[in-house]
């Protein structure tokens, strides 16, 4: 074998043996390690400075003295939160329906998820922008439909966001699921059913169970996109109601005030890290070990 | 099939149709608006006209944006799928501790905040002198499309059977040849599939650019969100409709080489 010639060939004083494919990995992990983990580590420990670089955390006690910035934070976790709970709701059924599709269906939902994604987040959230303006189609199908008697104001509120990001996100949301789904043999609800389990038993202990790998992957996921997101709020509410994506954009951009903005960002990151180790330990309980 | 299954099929499908037509809607909506006569987003349209098309090119920065971002995402697409297949094959095929946690954080840039990934970067930059806006944004995109192709490429290798190459070398196949021959076309698909996600999500990056940019250097997004804020025509929505032909001719041809099942896998 290859790798037992190459390690005959090292020198001798070398103690431990090196494993070749160490250093196959040692590019891209070494490139992830320098441009990524170690600018985000100095930017996380920036954030526990003050001016004269000693530890603290004046920043973060002035971040969450100001009620305005917890609201700010209260509406960024809301909208994070509803935003992915839209995408669930709406991609659990469709990964079920996607999975018993076949042929030309199925191509072409999934040719619709994944599509989307060629069209960038900013044609897409003016789109939105465009189809909720009080005189936009929505707005027009509502009083046509006898909803509402005048147009609504839709742009600019909460739910224009939501409906906009989770139309984003979606497809990260059903390709998780779908690939579990369809990897569910169908005879198990079946034999559920031979032994006495009624629809709901076999679906709430049979089938949902078996999904909640792809479940987590989705909305941790999405739910990381959505805590961050900043193209998608600042064209469709813009000001009005500020994210801390928006905030941080705001105190670098136009404020300069790095030690605000590394607060703002280091909230966020820590936010991030917390959801990626949260579902990787959960995905790990719930399928075992993968690698 | 029990009552309650058949109604909870119905309702799989009317789910179904409805997330369809929810993800097309700003699609149609953009291709739709870049066919207006209009200078306003109006729908429907008066009337329709291809003068959006026409301005394209008239249209100050916006092909020097368009060829700098095709340029970026090519670029970083090619860079990610050699070190990251390179890699994935030493962390799938490696004997060293802590793999599974490396598994976890070569995936991890995809969901890290951008904005915050990018000021970190631009203050790295700036410690270590690097002032060029475009080798600055060469590097960060490595950052996005890397961990697409680690992500695909690991799942790929998971699958992949290794005891092929051997039984490729027992057969006489010096080992080059047996990677070449054997692997490389049996990851084929993983490559496509990781190249074309990788691309687009380059092509598609705000967060990270905005703080890397210069004035002769803005992607196509940063040009296309000024645009927006200063003189919003349709001319973006016929420029989004060519991205949109554009991406539909890759799908369709990876579609057909690939199979549309396994490039999301």
Redesign the interface.
């Given at each position: 074998m290859s790798a037992a010639t190459e390690a005959a060939q090292a020198p001798p004083e070398m103690r431990w043996r090196v494993d070749p494919f160490v250093l196959l990995a040692a590019p891209g992990l070494l490139y992830l390690a320098i441009l990524f983990a170690l600018p985000l580590a100095l930017l996380l420990l920036q954030s526990f400075r003050d001016a004269d670089g000693h530890f603290s955390i004046a920043g973060y006690i002035e971040f969450f003295s100001d009620p305005i910035n917890l609201a700010v934070t209260w509406r960024t976790f809301r909208v994070a939160a509803l935003s992915t709970l839209l995408c669930l709701v709406l991609a659990y059924p469709t990964a079920f329906a996607l999975a018993r599709a076949r042929g030309f269906v199925q191509s072409f939902i999934l040719v619709a998820m994944i599509l989307p994604l060629s069209v960038g987040v900013i044609v897409k959230a003016f789109s939105w922008s465009i189809v909720l303006r009080s005189d936009g189609i929505v707005n027009s199908a509502l009083v046509f439909l006898g909803i509402v008697d005048q147009p609504i104001r839709l742009l600019f509120t909460e739910t224009a966001l939501i409906v906009g990001s989770a139309n984003v996100f979606l497809p990260f949301m059903v390709l998780p699921i779908y690939a579990v789904v369809r990897q569910i043999d169908p005879s198990l609800s079946a034999a559920a059913a031979t032994l006495g389990a009624g629809p709901f038993f076999r679906f709430f202990r049979v089938i949902v169970p078996l999904t909640l790998p792809g479940v987590i992957a989705g909305v941790a996921f999405v739910f990381s996109l959505a805590i961050s997101m900043y193209v998608i709020p600042s064209l469709i509410v813009g000001e009005r109601h500020a994210t801390l994506s928006m905030l941080i954009a705001r105190s670098y951009l136009f404020f300069r005030d790095a030690q605000l903005g590394s607060t703002i960002s280091a909230i966020l990151l820590l936010i991030a890290i917390a959801v990626v180790l949260g579902s990787s330990l959960l995905l790990r309980r719930f399928e075992g070990t993968r690698v | 099939m029990?009552r309650?299954?058949r109604v909870?099929?119905v309702?799989?499908?009317?789910?179904?149709a409805?997330?369809?037509v929810?993800?097309?809607?700003?699609?149609v909506?953009?291709v739709i608006?870049s066919f207006t006569s209009s200078t306003v987003?109006?729908?429907p349209p008066p009337d329709w006209s291809l003068k959006w098309y026409e301005r394209l090119g008239r249209k100050s920065g916006l092909m020097d944006s368009l060829v700098l971002s095709l340029n970026l995402a090519f670029l970083s697409t090619v860079i990610a799928l050699i070190?990251?297949t390179?890699?994935?094959?030493?962390?799938?095929?490696?004997?060293?501790p802590g793999?599974?946690a490396?598994?976890?954080?070569?995936v991890?840039?995809?969901?890290?905040?951008?904005?915050?990934?990018g000021?970190?970067?631009l203050?790295?930059f700036r410690?270590m002198g690097l002032r060029d806006a475009y080798w600055s944004l060469l590097?960060?995109h490595?950052?996005i499309t890397?961990p697409y192709v680690?992500r695909t490429l690991?799942a790929s290798l998971?699958q992949f059977d290794f005891s092929l190459i051997d039984a490729a070398r027992t057969l006489g196949m010096p080992?080059p040849t047996a990677i070449l021959r054997v692997m490389v076309p049996n990851l084929a698909p993983a490559f496509l599939t990781a190249g074309l996600?990788a691309f687009?999500a380059s092509?598609?990056n705000?967060?990270i650019s905005?703080?890397l940019t210069d004035a002769r250097n803005k992607t196509?997004?940063i040009r296309?969100?000024q645009y927006?804020e200063e003189t919003p025509d349709p001319t973006?929505?016929a420029i989004?409709s060519g991205?949109?032909l554009?991406?539909?001719i890759?799908?369709m041809v990876s579609?057909r080489t690939v199979g549309?099942?396994r490039?999301?896998?």
């Amino acid at each position: 074998m290859s790798a037992a010639t190459e390690a005959a060939q090292a020198p001798p004083e070398m103690r431990w043996r090196v494993d070749p494919f160490v250093l196959l990995a040692a590019p891209g992990l070494l490139y992830l390690a320098i441009l990524f983990a170690l600018p985000l580590a100095l930017l996380l420990l920036q954030s526990f400075r003050d001016a004269d670089g000693h530890f603290s955390i004046a920043g973060y006690i002035e971040f969450f003295s100001d009620p305005i910035n917890l609201a700010v934070t209260w509406r960024t976790f809301r909208v994070a939160a509803l935003s992915t709970l839209l995408c669930l709701v709406l991609a659990y059924p469709t990964a079920f329906a996607l999975a018993r599709a076949r042929g030309f269906v199925q191509s072409f939902i999934l040719v619709a998820m994944i599509l989307p994604l060629s069209v960038g987040v900013i044609v897409k959230a003016f789109s939105w922008s465009i189809v909720l303006r009080s005189d936009g189609i929505v707005n027009s199908a509502l009083v046509f439909l006898g909803i509402v008697d005048q147009p609504i104001r839709l742009l600019f509120t909460e739910t224009a966001l939501i409906v906009g990001s989770a139309n984003v996100f979606l497809p990260f949301m059903v390709l998780p699921i779908y690939a579990v789904v369809r990897q569910i043999d169908p005879s198990l609800s079946a034999a559920a059913a031979t032994l006495g389990a009624g629809p709901f038993f076999r679906f709430f202990r049979v089938i949902v169970p078996l999904t909640l790998p792809g479940v987590i992957a989705g909305v941790a996921f999405v739910f990381s996109l959505a805590i961050s997101m900043y193209v998608i709020p600042s064209l469709i509410v813009g000001e009005r109601h500020a994210t801390l994506s928006m905030l941080i954009a705001r105190s670098y951009l136009f404020f300069r005030d790095a030690q605000l903005g590394s607060t703002i960002s280091a909230i966020l990151l820590l936010i991030a890290i917390a959801v990626v180790l949260g579902s990787s330990l959960l995905l790990r309980r719930f399928e075992g070990t993968r690698v | 099939m029990t009552r309650t299954d058949r109604v909870a099929v119905v309702l799989c499908w009317l789910f179904a149709a409805l997330v369809v037509v929810y993800l097309l809607t700003p699609l149609v909506v953009t291709v739709i608006v870049s066919f207006t006569s209009s200078t306003v987003y109006t729908l429907p349209p008066p009337d329709w006209s291809l003068k959006w098309y026409e301005r394209l090119g008239r249209k100050s920065g916006l092909m020097d944006s368009l060829v700098l971002s095709l340029n970026l995402a090519f670029l970083s697409t090619v860079i990610a799928l050699i070190i990251g297949t390179a890699a994935a094959l030493g962390v799938q095929k490696g004997r060293f501790p802590g793999r599974e946690a490396i598994a976890t954080f070569v995936v991890s840039p995809l969901m890290m905040p951008g904005l915050v990934v990018g000021v970190a970067l631009l203050q790295f930059f700036r410690e270590m002198g690097l002032r060029d806006a475009y080798w600055s944004l060469l590097l960060a995109h490595i950052i996005i499309t890397l961990p697409y192709v680690m992500r695909t490429l690991l799942a790929s290798l998971q699958q992949f059977d290794f005891s092929l190459i051997d039984a490729a070398r027992t057969l006489g196949m010096p080992y080059p040849t047996a990677i070449l021959r054997v692997m490389v076309p049996n990851l084929a698909p993983a490559f496509l599939t990781a190249g074309l996600f990788a691309f687009l999500a380059s092509m598609d990056n705000y967060p990270i650019s905005i703080f890397l940019t210069d004035a002769r250097n803005k992607t196509l997004p940063i040009r296309m969100l000024q645009y927006l804020e200063e003189t919003p025509d349709p001319t973006i929505a016929a420029i989004s409709s060519g991205l949109i032909l554009m991406a539909l001719i890759a799908l369709m041809v990876s579609a057909r080489t690939v199979g549309l099942n396994r490039m999301i896998q």
